[in-house]
């Protein structure tokens, strides 16, 4: 069964920071490109990051500058450092291949109050 567990959202000021993280198993992923993707309530899933073999990451404009998508050593993990957020970056967080598989984790809610 392949698993996409994402953790580390929560209620957070404009302003602040979070680290969120994911944890793929039940597939290796490490040949594949990682993403994290957001969804705000009423609207459609968006793509929010990238990396890739060697390191390599690109951004979302709206993110770019503010947001750091990292992959760790160990298993298939993933992190996101947010700062500097904004009531815009309010909703639920998902991590997936890039591109994504069809199957989606329960995602962490991400909300950020102004």
């Known amino acids: 069964q392949v698993q996409l567990v994402e953790s580390g959202g929560g209620l957070v000021q404009a302003g602040g920071s979070l680290r969120l993280s994911c944890a793929a198993s039940?597939?290796?992923?490490?040949?594949?490109?990682m993403g994290w993707y957001r969804q705000a309530p009423g609207k459609q899933r968006e793509w929010v990051a990238r990396?890739?073999?060697?390191?390599?990451?690109k951004y979302a404009d709206s993110v770019k500058g503010r947001f750091t998508i990292s992959r760790g050593n160990v298993k298939d993990t993933v992190y996101l450092q947010m700062n500097s957020l904004k009531p815009e970056d309010t909703g639920v967080y998902y991590c997936?291949?890039?591109?994504?598989?069809?199957?989606w984790g329960q995602g962490t809610q991400v909300t950020v109050s102004s």
């Open positions: 997936n291949a890039v591109p994504p598989s069809d199957y």
């Open positions: 039940g597939s290796d992923f490490s040949d594949n490109a």
């Open positions: 990396i890739w073999s060697g390191g390599f990451t």
